[in-house]
């Protein structure tokens, strides 16, 4: 492989001190745009292979993520300092073990809480900072239950079942937790099924109800690759309802770009 040129703008960024945040945005929209296809096509094999993501592991815990989104959920827990991190989707345990180190790591006093509908966790992903509820993400009962534990800031990550209304139901019960400021990751919008619009469809229909909520950060997709394309939301506004979002039209599109309805900061 040939060596790649640098440019000098590169070192000029990383040594300017203050960054002009939305002129970064433009330029990751801008490079987006530009390389589409050649980020799809990247985005395809790398996704395809299965031993990239699907070998990932934390403390030798398989977490079954894309490395680059692990390193920005590090940057926004280090910026956000979230005292409750909810988890759904916990599978073996790693990524709420990595939650948990790095709230430590940081100084943050605050606790994970992970949800499965069935423990597969591995042994070792037990951690004092981290509590595991063996239950329905989506059961109205729990989620009023562990509200009442929540300490705030809040960061949510939605990694459980990806088909479009099991999406579109956590966003209804986990998004309403949320308070102007938290995070909240819809996990998994790269990929969809023949019968199914998967998690980016559901996160565009519950978008389209809560008009003017959140935004889509694409700061956050800086990486150029990332399987939750749209999918990284910071809370912006009050929630003035908790209704169910209605259906809309699927209709698929590339992985590559973003395009939540005006929702894009």
Not at 63 to 77: S, V
Not at 258 to 265: H, I, M, V, W
Request: net charge negative; proline share 5%.
């Amino acid at each position: 492989m040939a060596d790649v040129a640098v440019s000098p703008k590169f070192h000029t960024f990383m040594t300017a001190g203050a960054v002009d945040l939305e002129d970064v945005r433009r330029k990751v929209r801008e490079t987006m745009q530009v390389n589409a296809d050649v980020l799809q096509q990247f985005h395809e094999i790398w996704y395809n292979a299965t031993f990239t993501w699907g070998m990932t592991t934390f403390a030798g815990i398989g977490c079954a993520k894309c490395t680059t989104d692990l390193w920005m959920y590090q940057e926004i827990i280090n910026e956000h300092r979230p005292r409750t991190i909810i988890e759904t989707g916990t599978y073996k345990g790693g990524s709420s073990l990595y939650f948990a180190f790095l709230l430590e790591v940081l100084g943050i006093d605050g606790h994970v809480h992970t949800i499965d509908i069935r423990d597969q966790r591995d042994p070792r992903a037990q951690h004092p900072r981290v509590t595991f509820h063996e239950t329905s993400s989506i059961d109205p009962a729990f989620v009023k239950r562990l509200a009442e534990r929540i300490e705030y800031p809040l960061l949510v990550s939605l990694d459980s079942e990806h088909t479009s209304q099991h999406v579109r139901d956590e966003l209804g019960l986990y998004g309403a937790l949320c308070q102007v400021g938290d995070w909240l990751v819809i996990e998994d919008t790269n990929i969809s099924w023949a019968s199914d619009g998967g998690a980016r469809h559901g996160a565009e229909g519950y978008l389209r109800a809560h008009p003017g909520e959140w935004v889509q950060d694409l700061l956050r997709e800086r990486y150029l690759i990332t399987m939750h394309p749209g999918g990284w939301w910071r809370r912006v506004g009050a929630c003035p309802h908790h209704a169910r979002p209605k259906r809309g039209p699927y209709e698929r599109r590339r992985v590559g770009l973003p395009d939540l309805s005006k929702a894009e900061r």
